[in-house]
Structures are given as C-alpha cells and as structure tokens.
C-alpha cells in the first residue's frame, strides 16, 4: 500500500511564497515518479509537475520558472516551492505516486495514488 500526506497549504498575498511537502510511505520511494496536481473550484484537476524516478522534472507552461519540484529520498518526501504566487494558483493541491517503477513523472505518467490534498489561496 502506498500512504501520502499533504501539508503545507496556506493564505498567502499575491506574489508570496510557499512550499507544499508530501511525505510518503509503503514502498520504496526512490523507484517511483512523483508529481503535484492540483484542482480550482468549477475546474478539472491539473498536471502541474512532476520528477521521475531520477531526478528528471516536468512542469505545466503556466508555473515554469516559479515552482520548483524536488524530492529528498533520505526523507520519502516530495517537495514544491512556489514563488511569485497568483490568484490564479489558488488551488486545492495533490500529491500523486505512479502506479509502477521507473516512471518518467510526466504528465501522460499512471498516476494512481493520491494524498488527500492541502488548501492554497492566493489572495490579490
């Protein structure tokens, strides 16, 4: 089985910055891609970034050069730091875990697992 755990979510003025953390649990971490979604009120979930199994990141056109995805395996946890923070951004945000081994953390990759997410708002 495979446990994540969201945290890190807050009410932060436009142009601030945040970093979510999910720790996972329940099978070797270091093997598996790992990626951040996240969902808006009246909108579909979203890719917004991802790290394969070593190392590699992926992310959505709309938060490159402002979220950084990074992973600390000692620690089984995955990180995004984001700055410069819009209203926009204000989103229920996931951690996700691929379904298999070596996956490229890309945002066509089987994601099956799910936190249960963290609150960001980004007030103007």
């Known amino acids: 089985q495979v446990q994540l755990v969201e945290s890190g979510g807050g009410l932060v003025q436009a142009g601030g910055s945040l970093r979510l953390s999910c720790a996972a649990s329940g099978r070797t971490f270091s093997l598996y891609a790992m990626g951040w979604f996240r969902q808006a009120p009246g909108k579909e979930r979203e890719f917004v970034a991802g790290i394969s199994w070593n190392g590699i990141s992926t992310y959505e056109d709309s938060v490159k050069g402002r979220f950084t995805i990074s992973r600390d395996k000692s620690k089984n946890t995955l990180y995004l730091q984001m700055t410069s923070l819009k209203p926009e951004d204000t989103a229920v945000y996931y951690c996700?875990?691929?379904?298999?081994?070596?996956?490229?953390?890309?945002?066509?990759?089987?994601?099956?697992?799910w936190g249960q997410g963290t609150q960001v708002t980004v007030s103007s």
């Open positions: 996700g875990a691929d379904r298999a081994a070596y996956g490229t953390g890309s945002r066509g990759g089987g994601y099956g697992y």
